[in-house]
């Protein structure tokens, strides 16, 4: 089946603590995002990516960091620097061209010890 | 600031009624519309897409754009239960970024 995952479900994280969530696309898609999302808000862009080993910073990148080694890949590090990570995570993927329709995983929901 | 701005709700309609959902936004170089339903603690899924003036229908649902005014607006007819949840208005603008509003609750009553 071709989709985006993302794990874990659940994730806490103590105070100081660096965490990362994951997520893979199989849909050769080219863009990758992530987006926070608080209760009763929308969605916020943190980082995306439109090509392998390059990303730029969303609305509210500050206290987080990403990589793009892969296609596939496109982890996010929640750093200590990041006082307030409680939300739920979503990342999405489009194809880079056309509509840029972006389809969203499941998602990861944060929590602080 | 680009801003795409939606009616919180909560906003409830009978079933088998017509549920319209309202979406302005503020940057009129804005290219595509989305529209995503997300039900409560899951992510988004998207329900249609439109780029043209006017309307576009896919089964139940109507999209409608009006780029003069800056206003789309989705309609659901013959609403079930099951159409309960957040609906999210998604703007792509001339930075070719989403801008997503906060969504209406939408409640359908049995």
């Known amino acids: 089946d071709g989709g985006i995952t993302q794990s874990p479900k659940y994730l806490f994280r103590k105070e100081g603590q660096n965490v990362t969530l994951s997520c893979e696309q199989n849909?050769?898609?080219?863009?990758m995002y992530w987006y926070r999302q608080d209760p009763g808000q929308g969605l916020r862009l943190i980082y995306y990516?439109?090509?392998?080993?390059?990303?730029q910073k969303g609305d509210i990148a500050e206290g987080y960091s990403v990589s793009r080694e892969k296609k596939e890949s496109f982890p996010l590090t929640v750093t200590s620097a990041q006082k307030n990570p409680t939300a739920f995570y979503l990342c999405?993927?489009?194809?880079?061209?056309?509509?840029?329709?972006?389809?969203f995983g499941p998602g990861t929901r944060l929590l602080v010890l | 600031q680009k801003e795409v701005e939606q009616n919180s709700g909560p906003l409830s309609v009978p079933e088998g009624a017509i549920a319209s959902l309202n979406c302005t936004y503020s940057?009129?170089?804005?290219?595509?519309f989305f529209w995503y339903r997300q039900y409560s603690g899951k992510s988004p899924e998207l329900i249609m897409f439109?780029?043209?003036?006017g309307d576009k229908e896919d089964g139940r649902f109507t999209a409608q754009l009006n780029k003069a005014s800056q206003y789309v607006s989705l309609l659901i007819r013959d609403s079930q239960p099951s159409d309960s949840a957040t609906y999210l208005c998604?703007?792509?603008?001339?930075?070719?970024?989403?801008?997503f509003g906060s969504g209406t609750q939408l409640t359908v009553l049995p």
């Open positions: 999405a993927s489009s194809t880079f061209t056309g509509a840029e329709t972006q389809y």
């Open positions: 849909l050769n898609h080219d863009a």
């Open positions: 990516s439109q090509i392998v080993n390059d990303f």
């Open positions: 940057d009129r170089g804005s290219q595509s």
């Open positions: 439109i780029y043209s003036n």
């Open positions: 998604a703007v792509q603008g001339s930075a070719r970024q989403l801008t």
